[in-house]
Every structure is written in C-alpha cells, then in structure tokens.
T-cell receptor, first 113, second 114 residues
Framework: DTAVSQTPKYLVTQMGNDKSIKCEQNLGHDTMYWYKQDSKKFLKIMFSYNNKELIINETVPNRFSPKSPDKAHLNLHINSLELGDSAVYFC????????????FGQGTRLTVV | AQSVTQLDSQVPVFEEAPVELRCNYSSSVSVYLFWYVQYPNQGLQLLLKYLSGSTLVESINGFEAEFNKSQTSFHLRKPSVHISDTAEYFCAVSEGTGRRALTFGSGTRLQVQP
C-alpha cells in the first residue's frame, strides 16, 4: 500500500552511462515532482507535472528528461551521467498544484563513479 | 521569488529539554508553510502545515509551529524532546500563485543526546 514508490532505491553507475528512475503514486494525485537532494542535504525542485503536462522545468541540464506516461507515473531519464549528478533523487506527488503538501517517496541514491 | 532560511544547521539538545528550530521565509505573496522531517536514509515525512486559519498548528507527536506574518517566521517547537526525535528537519514554503512547488530551507539537524 505504498503511496509514492521509486525504483531503484540505490543506483551505482559509471560516468557516461544512461539511467532511468521510475516513480509511481497510487494516491490519485494530479501533480508529481522530481526533487534533487545534494550531499549537503539541500533539496531543490527539478520538474513538476500536472496531469501529464510539464509545468515546472527548473534550470536543469538537458541530459535530464522527465516523462509522464500517465498521471500516476513520472520517470526520470538521465543521459551521459556525470560525477556531479551523484545525489538522492526524490519523487513526490500532491493532490493539486497549490495549497497542499507534497507526499514523498523514499528516494533513489544515485552514485556516479 | 520565495526563499526559506533555516539559520541553525545543527541543534544539539539533551533529552526532555525544550527545543526551537527557526525558520524564516521571504515571499511577496501569500504563502503556505510546512515542516518536514527526514530520518536517516528515508524520505521526507510531513510533520505539520499551515494553510490558513489558526496560526498555531500542532503535530500528533508533540511538535508545534506558529505562523508569524509580521516576522515572516514559522518556527518549530517542542517542549520536551526524545531520542527518537533525532533527525533532519526541513522548513518549506509554497506560494499561492506562480511557481507552486515547495521551496525548502537548508535543513536543521536535531541531535538529541541522553
């Protein structure tokens, strides 16, 4: 009965590889997000989708491409991975765009070696 | 643009002592305010939120926070902490218009010592 689930939980890969992180929510929410948490624990929004439509696209390298096949799923694909991409990536969802909290997944710890 | 400042990166405190974690925000429009807690190697869990109404909000495990519009603050307090409260605490703000995603502070590490 997990609300927001991400896979994988851990991902270790070499520089230059392409990888994907998957996210699914079973809460019936309209809005989904990707956040990045760096080594100093700072959390920053990367992308936000509302009903499969991209509504927030922060200053993120275009090697990062989100895809939302339906409103319950938001995947993150990363091309040509770099050392600086190492971080914890959190997926989240909320019932609507504003006036509400976000529900977070457990995170995916990405380590690029 | 909205921003959140958590002045204290770490707060060490003894068990059963009171604690206050400070949060100040900057925004030109109405805001919604949140505190999240992150235990080691876990995701973020909502602790409490202010959307409207009473400026004092409480969580089920004894934390409370007060929205102070004039001081643009949303400090988190607990009268008596437990070892199990040791975690990272994040203050977050969402604006009523515009960007609409949560903007987080840099976090405060609460370390409860026996």
């Amino acid at each position: 009965d997990t609300a927001v689930s991400q896979t994988p939980k851990y991902l270790v890969t070499q520089m230059g590889n392409d990888k994907s992180i998957k996210c699914e929510q079973n809460l019936g929410h309209d809005t989904m997000y990707w956040y990045k948490q760096d080594s100093k624990k700072f959390l920053k929004i990367m992308f936000s989708y509302n009903n499969k439509e991209l509504i927030i696209n922060e200053t993120v390298p275009n090697r990062f491409s989100p895809k939302s096949p339906d409103k319950a799923h938001l995947n993150l694909h990363i091309n040509s991975l770099e050392l600086g991409d190492s971080a914890v990536y959190f997926c989240a969802s909320s019932p609507r765009q504003t006036n509400t909290e976000a529900f977070f997944g457990q995170g995916t710890r990405l380590t690029v070696v | 643009a909205q921003s959140v400042t958590q002045l204290d990166s770490q707060v060490p405190v003894f068990e059963e002592a009171p604690v206050e974690l400070r949060c100040n925000y900057s925004s030109s429009v109405s805001v919604y305010l949140f505190w999240y807690v992150q235990y080691p190697n876990q995701g973020l869990q909502l602790l409490l939120k202010y959307l409207s109404g009473s400026t004092l909000v409480e969580s089920i495990n004894g934390f409370e926070a007060e929205f102070n519009k004039s001081q643009t603050s949303f400090h988190l307090r607990k009268p008596s902490v437990h070892i199990s409260d040791t975690a990272e605490y994040f203050c977050a703000v969402s604006e009523g218009t515009g960007r609409r995603a949560l903007t987080f502070g840099s976090g405060t590490r609460l370390q409860v010592q026996p």
